[in-house]
């Protein structure tokens, strides 16, 4: 499998090989990137997460997510365990984990303390391939903690 993963990512710099998005085997790996909107607060976000195949068709997604809101910073870290029960070409997944957010709710001219909130998040989302090299990742959460919102993620996923 090392072995595999070396000579792939070799043709990849190389610009002559393709790698296949469709499997969800142990040891695979995807890299996230993508946008979050919540339907609460409609805040917007960016963030990035590394998904980790630790068996056939379980995944470990740890992801960080800087939001926007209209006052303040916040942010969020999660820890999400996923289940695939498709594969192929679109991939259908159900996730549950830890997440936690960090909020600072700034005003102007004082500079707010920082809290965090400690919770779980539970969703389902799906992984489309749109060529070799890339996917689109969706998802639809919610989570238990402040500020106890529903969201929708997009994004890109490059597997390794």
């Known amino acids: 499998m090392k072995k595999a993963l070396v000579i792939s ?3 990849v710099v190389c610009g002559t090989g393709k790698l296949i998005a469709q499997t969800q085997e142990q040891g695979d790996v995807r ?3 993508f946008g979050t909107y919540g339907l609460r607060w409609k805040n917007f976000g960016t963030g990035v997460g590394l998904e980790y195949f630790f068996v056939d068709q379980f995944a470990i997604k740890p992801s960080y997510t800087r939001i926007f809101p209209r006052v303040g910073t916040a942010s969020n870290f999660s820890m999400d365990l996923r289940y695939y029960v498709s594969g192929g070409p679109s ?4 996730m549950a984990g830890y997440s936690q957010n960090w909020e600072t709710p700034n005003t102007a001219g004082n500079p707010g303390v920082t809290r965090n909130f400690k919770g779980a998040n539970v ?3 799906a992984y489309i391939r749109l ?3 890339v996917g689109l990742s969706t998802e639809f959460r919610v989570q238990s903690q402040s500020p106890r ?3 929708f993620r997009f994004g890109l996923a490059f597997p390794l």
């Open 149 to 151: 919102e529903a969201g």
């Open 131 to 133: 060529v070799d090299w």
């Open 91 to 94: 991939q259908l997944y159900f």
């Open 123 to 125: 969703g389902v989302g």
């Open 9 to 11: 990512l070799i043709l």
């Open 31 to 33: 890299v996230h990137a």
